[in-house]
């Protein structure tokens, strides 16, 4: 059974930066090729990824809203990645959710195989 857990969320002020991180535990051979990424929900909105990096390789993805400020990265070895998110902005307030997929669209969060239970991100002044 997959687990994925986040941690490091919180409260920052505009223009300030929060490491999240997730840890994983279940990984089966067919996640070897997966894709690990970060996905957020603001309320009212729709949830959408804000980075991808693929397992094997490390190619990554970023929308236009958040490409040269966030940067995912991962560590196959302990089954984490992590979301370094700086230069925040009062939008990227929103809960951000790690997860998996085996395979898919890594672009929309409907493809998206295993979720973690989200951490809160909140920026405000």
């Known amino acids: 059974q997959v687990q994925l857990v986040e941690s490091g969320g919180g409260l920052v002020h505009p223009g300030g930066s929060l490491r999240l991180s997730c840890a994983a535990s279940?990984?089966?051979?067919?996640?070897?090729?997966?894709?690990l990424g970060w996905l957020r929900q603001a309320p009212g909105k729709e949830r959408e990824v804000v980075s991808a990096i693929t397992r094997r390789d490390g190619g990554t993805w970023y929308p236009e809203s958040v490409e040269g400020r966030f940067t995912i990265s991962k560590d196959n070895n302990k089954n984490m990645w992590y979301l370094q998110m700086n230069t925040l902005k009062l939008e990227d307030t929103a809960r951000y959710y790690c997860?998996?997929?085996?395979?898919?669209?890594?672009?929309?969060?409907?493809?998206?195989?295993?979720w973690g239970q989200g951490t809160q991100v909140t920026v405000s002044s």
């Open positions: 997860a998996a997929q085996v395979a898919g669209s890594w672009y929309h969060a409907n493809e998206y195989d295993y």
């Open positions: 279940g990984f089966t051979p067919d996640m070897d090729n997966g894709v």
